[in-house]
Nanobody
């Protein structure tokens, strides 16, 4: 069972990045997948959630309207599309899953499985 986040990098304010979360050893079907981030000196912050069970999507207020989660139906990867990036979006981004069958973003997901993070730096 493994999760791997990738796609981070350095981008200018206003730019875009797409992060990927690839799963191996289990399927992303019928579960909830979350994105989190942690900036230096700050606590980990929840960013977004998508459920491949009921289709629910939720976003933190700080990213709503700028970030969007999607899934590659042909594979076992979930994406976080980040647009209009701001310096305050700088952080290490992680993906995590609630592997309980039927887990939903609106029913208190339990993100028990985590992957390694990917660094996103927004700077001019």
């Amino acid at each position: 069972v493994q999760l791997q986040a990738s796609g981070g990098g350095l981008v200018q304010p206003g730019g875009s990045l797409r992060l990927s979360c690839a799963a191996s050893g289990f399927t992303l079907d019928y579960i909830a997948i979350g994105w989190f981030r942690q900036a230096p000196g700050k606590e980990r912050e929840w960013v977004s959630c998508v459920s491949t069970s009921d289709g629910s999507r939720t976003y933190a207020d700080s990213v709503k309207g700028r970030f969007y989660t999607s899934r590659d139906n042909a594979g076992n990867t979930v994406y976080l599309q980040m647009n209009s990036l701001k310096p305050e979006d700088t952080a290490v981004y992680y993906c995590a899953v609630d592997r309980r069958y039927g887990s939903s973003c609106v029913l208190g997901p339990d993100f028990a499985s985590w992957g390694q993070g990917t660094q996103v730096t927004v700077s001019s």
